[in-house]
């Protein structure tokens, strides 16, 4: 393994391009590693899916975009042509125009004169006015994702999961479909685009070998079929004939199938996730975008996770929520540390860091789940951020530093293991409740509901009784950086005068105000001031805990109830608008360390290694290959889908 790997690769508009290590492979089988390679390439030939699915345009502006790049001869070197060049940077990075985080359109940096010329010069024949459109006006597909309280959020959301429909008609077109009595149901609308026709009725265009994306769920099969070769286990090859059979029929009684398989498979290395899964994207929390990670099980750190996981049934009993709402038997917790192999799709280059599937509540309950750290992006983050001034410019005081730098990395991976292992996994719906009754705001409470449960655990003695924390002070780390983080910090990635909307940021500002709120009267928490400059104080982590105790009983409340109004009320409170003094006040003091907010990823290379037979001998994974590099490979070896 190469110690001495560049972790920075590019840097470009508000986006740090980042490089990860994949240490072990080196030391697997070599089935273990042709398994990975397959995997990975099924992984790769579902990239032009998302693109598609974020916007119906998307595939058609990378592509003019990217002819334009390859054959423009003029100069290079002009600040217009680097400005192009950024602009289809990011494009590649938010597969698509609209910003891969906030999901509002970013504006070229170079004028509409200029992009004129570079069709003239690169013999541009397409429709000229609608390119000008997607590029250049900011009320023309203005999100990609709207969550604007009061809008037709289906109707004003830029994403291709919907034509011609409003948000009304969504609802009642899958309202008609569920059933409140069936214990099973399927995730109606998972793996569709919903679409009126010209007599004004709706039906479903289902993603599937043979219909909507057949070409790249063709390839994705393919490399599925190879994959099977290599299988650990019985189990194993299972769970990817499911696959296989559920991309082929669209059939989401077979995604249950294939989940439920996948769920209960634990005794094999490598692992992957591939389909259309997490529905953050649709702004009904309905649709499902595509993603892929491969991955293999990092053995030691797994040995933390399982110490955790093994005591399921503790923590549910130990819950601070209503007793109505904990799980009596806890099913099938399974937990590991990964080493990530390749990301692609949604997790692709930006990729989270932990994941807990499958997301079904009826499979959860009866079956389990399954969770994952992503420990070596995790590490690729915080090697990354070494020496990078962040504490010093926003941490308070030197115990607090010291805090973080003893504990950080520690605790951060903690509460990602407690947050995906347990939190999602806790919990039960009261019976009759619909999975689907907080519609728009469904993504964000249950981001919410699993950070507090791992931030009310992450305090608690049993932690050090199973020897995964080190000491009672450790936890105190976490919950400084999160609440730093959903108070302030994590504000230098919307531009001021913005909302925030992604369900992830509203969560973390939902937690950090609403406890800021009940802690403000007696100072458990303070926002202070001195040499100019606000900072965070927590004088009382032990209240805090409790606090974020009392907002973990809530939100499971609201959930298990399928309470709307009262889970609506607490987002639109505390988790949409942003302090505009606070929030300029982080941007500027964030300039002064030129820091990228948003960080992403480059995959590494692998190569089938042949004997002079022809005989697969290895395969070799090399780090050398930069972001433009690998956009334009995956360009020319992974598009199978046609623009629009």
């Known amino acids: 393994m190469n110690d001495t790997i560049q972790y920075h ?23 273990d590693k042709l398994l990975i390679y397959h995997l990975s390439e099924a992984a790769l030939a579902g990239r032009d899916i998302l693109f598609d699915q974020n916007c119906r345009y998307n595939l058609w502006v990378r592509q003019t975009l990217e002819h334009i790049y390859l054959t423009w001869s003029g100069d290079r070197q002009t600040a217009d042509f680097q400005a192009f060049e950024t602009y289809l940077k990011r494009v590649w990075f938010s597969s698509g125009i609209h910003h891969h985080y906030a999901t509002n359109k970013f504006t070229p940096g ?55 429909v409003t948000q009304q008609e969504a609802l009642d077109y899958y309202t008609a479909l569920s059933d409140s009595t069936d214990p099973h149901p399927v995730s109606h609308g998972l793996n569709s685009r919903l679409e009126k026709a010209a007599d004004g009725s709706l039906h479903e265009v289902v993603w599937k070998d043979g219909g909507e994306y057949s070409r790249a769920i063709g390839e994705i099969i393919r490399h599925l079929e190879q994959a099977s070769a290599y299988t650990e286990n019985e189990a194993q090859r299972k769970v990817i004939e499911l696959l296989i059979a559920y991309y082929r029929t ?85 937990a590991k540390v990964i080493n990530a192999a390749i990301l692609a799709g949604d997790s692709y280059p930006a990729t989270p860091i932990g994941i807990n599937l499958p997301n079904a509540d009826w499979i959860r309950a009866e079956y389990g789940s399954k969770s994952v750290t992503l420990e070596n992006i995790m590490q690729a983050y915080d090697k990354a951020a070494e020496g990078n001034g962040f504490a010093e410019e926003f941490y308070e005081t030197e115990e607090d530093r ?72 450790a936890y105190k780390a976490e919950y400084y950086r999160f609440m730093l983080n959903g108070l302030m910090t994590q504000l230098v990635r919307i531009p ?29 928490v303070e926002l202070v001031r001195h040499d100019g400059k606000t900072y965070l104080r927590i004088n009382d982590y032990e209240r805090l805990r409790t606090l974020f105790g009392r907002l973990l009983a809530e939100i499971q409340r609201i959930k298990s109830e399928g309470d709307y109004e009262a889970g609506k009320r607490l987002v639109e409170t505390y988790a949409v608008k942003i302090d505009p003094v606070l929030h300029q006040e982080v941007l500027e003091r964030y300039a002064g360390l030129h820091l990228a907010p948003y960080k992403g990823f480059v995959n590494p290379v692998y190569t089938l290694v042949r004997d002079a037979q022809g005989r697969i001998t290895d395969v070799r994974i090399d780090y050398s290959e930069g972001y433009t590099d690998q956009m334009l490979r995956y360009a020319r070896e992974y598009s199978f889908l046609t623009t629009k």
Request: with cysteine.
């Open 9 to 31: 690769v590019d840097r470009f508009a508000d986006i740090e391009v980042l490089r990860y290590r994949v240490p072990g492979f080196e030391d697997l089988s070599l089935r």
């Open 110 to 164: 170079f004028p509409a004169a200029y992009l004129d010329t570079l069709l003239n010069d690169t013999r541009f024949e397409g429709d000229r006015q609608l390119l000008h459109r997607l590029l250049f006006d900011p009320d023309f597909m203005a999100k990609r994702v709207n969550l604007q309280a009061g809008d037709d959020l289906v109707a004003t959301s830029a994403n291709h999961f919907y034509e011609g």
């Open 250 to 334: 669209g059939d989401l009684h077979t995604f249950d199938a294939y989940s439920i398989a996948w769920t209960q498979e634990t005794g094999s290395r490598v692992d992957f996730i591939n389909g259309f899964i997490e529905t953050y994207g649709d702004p009904l929390s309905l649709k499902g975008s595509w993603e892929s990670i491969v991955n293999f099980k990092n053995l030691e750190a797994t040995r933390r996770t399982e110490r955790i996981s093994s005591s399921a049934q503790w923590f549910e009993d130990h819950s601070p929520i209503d007793p109505r709402f904990r799980k009596k038997e806890v099913k099938g917790v399974s």
């Open 402 to 473: 010291s805090r973080l730098h003893q504990y950080g990395f520690l605790t951060d991976v903690l509460h990602t293991d407690l947050h995906e292992c347990l939190g999602h996994g806790s919990g039960q719906l009261l019976p009759g409740t619909s999975p689907d009754a907080l519609q728009s705001y469904a993504s964000c409470l249950e981001e919410t509901r699993a950070d507090l449960f791992g931030l009310y655990f992450l305090a608690d003695p049993e932690l050090i009784e199973l020897g995964v924390i080190p000491d009672s002070e």
């Open 496 to 524: 001021l005068g913005e909302e925030l909307e992604e369900a992830h940021m509203r969560n973390r500002q939902l937690i950090a105000r609403w406890v800021y709120e009940q802690a403000a009267s007696d100072q458990v």
